[in-house]
Every structure is written in structure tokens, then in C-alpha cells.
T-cell receptor, first 111, second 117 residues
Framework: SQQGEEDPQALSIQEGENATMNCSYK?????LQWYRQNSGRGLVHLIL?????REKHSGRLRVTLDTSKKSSSLLITASRAADTASYFC???????????FGKGTMLLVSP | DGGITQSPKYLFRKEGQNVTLSCEQN?????MYWYRQDPGQGLRLIYY???????QKGDIAEGYSVSREKKESFPLTVTSAQKNPTAFYLC????????????????FGPGTRLTVL
């Protein structure tokens, strides 16, 4: 069964606004990863946050992890039209060499 | 120029035919993965391999087969037993597990879009 589930399914904003996407999962994890996919392309890794971390930054990206609520959020600040893509969360479990992906959030940033 | 490549980009198959999708990586990664993606859906794991000459079934292995004879290569065969093979197929590789033995980031190829005619 799918471990991660993103919310919202789709998000439409204007350039310059912030975009927030959420991911909920069901079982304990060791790390949670966010990926980006442009239409018809492969996924690109954005950021990995471990279960003992609460927040991580990378450029305009900010990821938080709340293990008590089994949820994570991805914030993209000052969004650009080039940020238009689908964003997926994926969870990794200790001792397992696979990831489980959610269905993704489709982000549209209008100029 | 390190990376992971997939070929072909587009593939058309007649019903009843087997087709093989290529995946090659020069990242020196031990682990390789095959995913299937349907429109508006997430990725579902078909097969994965953690080491040469070894592979395991994922969540939706029925109708697919793989081999891992070389570290760099992990081809996927879509057999005629796969009832609904039209989809976007993604190959990925990873250096394996890291801290707390949880999986490290995965690097993805550009994908192959398979259409059954």
C-alpha cells in the first residue's frame, strides 16, 4: 500500500507566492525524501530529511518533519514559473532498500 | 558525465509481443530499480536489484522480468502476460543504504513511454 500521501492534489499560485505541499504517512520511517518531476520526465531528488531532524533548508526549499503526526511539508518560497511540476514525497524504512512514493502534488505557477 | 540513461524514449508494442526496456548507469551504484507510472499516479515498484546477479520483486512484478548481469545495466522485459502494459516506465539507481540503513536518494533516468497498439 502507498505509504506517503500528498495534499493538495493540485495547487495553482502566482509567481512570487509561496507554495506549501504536505505529505502524510502511516508507519514509522527513517527518512523522508521529496522529488520533483517535470511533465514527461524523470524524477529529480530535492531533499532528504531523517527521522531525527525537524527541519531542513535547501535554497528556496524548506522541509519540515513531524514524526508525532507522521507528516512532512515542503515549502517553496518566492515561486517561479519554472517551479511548475509535480512534487512527490517518498518514505524510507530502516533495513529496507526501497522507497514508497505518494501520488504527488501538481503545482502550477503562473507568471 | 555521470548519469542514468533509458532507451528508447518511446516504444510501441503489439499485443502478444515481449519488449525490453534498457537502463544503463555510470554512477557506480549498487542498487537499481524499475517503476511504473500511470497518468496522475505515483510510482509503483516493479523490480529492484541491490547487487549483480540478484534481484527482488516489487509490488507489481507480475508480467515483468529483469536481469542484472552487469552492475551498469538493469533491463526490464514487459512480457505478453502483462495485461495492461501501457504506461511510463522509470529506472532509478542508488548508492544503497546510508544512515540507519535507510535508503539514500535515488537518481532517475528520463523514462520510456510504452504504448500497446
Amino acid at each position: 500500500s502507498q505509504q506517503g500521501e500528498e495534499d493538495p492534489q493540485a495547487l495553482s499560485i502566482q509567481e512570487g507566492e509561496n507554495a506549501t505541499m504536505n505529505c502524510s504517512y502511516k508507519t514509522s520511517i527513517n527518512n523522508l525524501q521529496w522529488y520533483r518531476q517535470n511533465s514527461g520526465r524523470g524524477l529529480v531528488h530535492l531533499i532528504l530529511i531523517r527521522s531525527n531532524e525537524r527541519e531542513k533548508h535547501s535554497g528556496r526549499l524548506r522541509v519540515t518533519l513531524d514524526t508525532s503526526k507522521k507528516s512532512s511539508s515542503l515549502l517553496i518560497t518566492a515561486s517561479r514559473a519554472a517551479d511548475t511540476a509535480s512534487y512527490f514525497c517518498a518514505t524510507g524504512l530502516s533495513g529496507y532498500s526501497t522507497l514508497t512514493f505518494g501520488k504527488g502534488t501538481m503545482l502550477l505557477v503562473s507568471p | 558525465d555521470g548519469g542514468i540513461t533509458q532507451s528508447p524514449k518511446y516504444l510501441f508494442r503489439k499485443e502478444g509481443q515481449n519488449v525490453t526496456l534498457s537502463c544503463e548507469q555510470n554512477l557506480n551504484h549498487d542498487a537499481m530499480y524499475w517503476y511504473r507510472q500511470d497518468p496522475g499516479q505515483g510510482l509503483r515498484l516493479i523490480y529492484y536489484s541491490q547487487i549483480v546477479n540478484d534481484f527482488q520483486k516489487g509490488d507489481i512484478a507480475e508480467g515483468y522480468s529483469v536481469s542484472r548481469e552487469k552492475k551498469e545495466s538493469f533491463p526490464l522485459t514487459v512480457t505478453s502476460a502483462q495485461k495492461n502494459p501501457t504506461a511510463f516506465y522509470l529506472c532509478a539507481s542508488s548508492s544503497g543504504t546510508g544512515a540507519l540503513r535507510a535508503i539514500n536518494e535515488q537518481f532517475f533516468g528520463p523514462g520510456t513511454r510504452l504504448t500497446v497498439l
